[in-house]
């Protein structure tokens, strides 16, 4: 369960700081695993899912990576460099 305050996302989070360091929307990654990570590598230039993330993740991301235990966010960085 997770319990956030109403209007909190990790989409919104990368958007404000996005907006706030002034990074170009192409600039961003966004690597997830979970369901809650959706909106987020929707929201991001390159959105990514850990090879073990639900299967929705991996179907809308960008690219699908290694899981988490095999060294996929050293993966995306390595293989995005953004």
Same mark, same amino acid.
Request: proline content about 4%; cysteine-free.
């Given at each position: 369960m997770e319990i956030t305050h109403r209007g909190v996302t990790k989409a919104a989070a990368l958007a404000f700081l996005r907006d706030y360091f002034k990074v170009p929307?192409? %600039?961003t990654l966004?690597?997830?695993d979970g369901g809650n990570d959706?909106?987020?590598i929707q =929201?991001? +230039?390159v959105g990514v899912a850990m090879g073990?993330? %639900?299967a929705a993740l991996r179907q809308a991301a960008?690219?699908?990576v290694a899981d988490n235990? =095999?060294? +996929?966010?050293a993966e995306a960085i390595n293989r995005f460099g953004i």
């Open positions: 929307l192409a %600039a966004a690597i997830g959706l909106p987020m =929201a991001a +230039g073990n993330g %639900a960008d690219a699908v235990n =095999a060294g +996929g966010v």
